[in-house]
């Protein structure tokens, strides 16, 4: 147990509400979101007791539309000693979007979570890890609108997101931008999901630990995990005509996720991907073999 705890993991929290969620979009209008009850705020609340009873540190990539709503939730981040990263304002797939309306969106949420916060917002999330081999441009804007570090990539294949070719660990793009990619373990000439979300929820959580276990000992990786506030919210409202897979993927062991994330929470050291990732790489460092892949990838 000791060996497993001595490697930091970054946990991160991706701060959006239910109906926010890319899948669901086709099933909730965009204006609808000034209407809907919020739930993020009570979320996230518990979220920040939680990391306090393990005295873990996290990182919240948050939508600046839930910062410019909740400036009392961003401030409750912040001096609770965890690190305010943004998650973007609109919430819309990067690979939706042209270069010039993607970073106007993320620099949008860049100056207000600073303004609100009063700290700088070095990290940035894509909405559904939706950087891969169609928008290499995207990383480029990340680094224009002046974040340092992003953690949009998750190396599998999956239907709706990955880029199975990017490396697995932390690799410069170019020299001002770090990527962080979402944790996942090679096994059968293959990468597999290790990182949280859907997966996390859907399967038992020993293989969870398996697979953070064999990244810190055999890899010796610091994980990036990711969860979302309405994870731990079994009691959110249905939403109304979701197609069968998209609704197994929503809600999932909603009721389970909050005892697994204890477990987890338990289990292994966590703390901000700002000072694990980050003050561990400079921006002298030669450009790694792995950033001249994806560039030749993209
Ligand atoms: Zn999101």
Redesign the pocket.
Known sequence: MENRKTVVNALSI?V?DYF???ALAPYIARSEWEVRQCRVEQNVDRILELLDTFDAKATF?T?GWIGERYPQLVHRIVQNGHELAS?GYG?QRASEQSPETFLSDIRLAKVLLEDTSGVEVKGY?A??FSIGEGNPWALECIEQAGYRYSSSIYPIQHDHYGMPSAPRSAFRPSIGLLEVPIATVRMFNRNWPAGGGGYFRLLPYSVSRWALQRLNRVDSLPAMFYF?PWEIDPHQPRVPGLNLKTRFRHYVNLGRTEARLRLLLSDFRWGRADRIFLETSHEDDTLSPAADQVRAIC
């Open positions: 991706d959006e926010q969620v890319a990539f939508l998650h919430h999330r909405p559904s979302h």
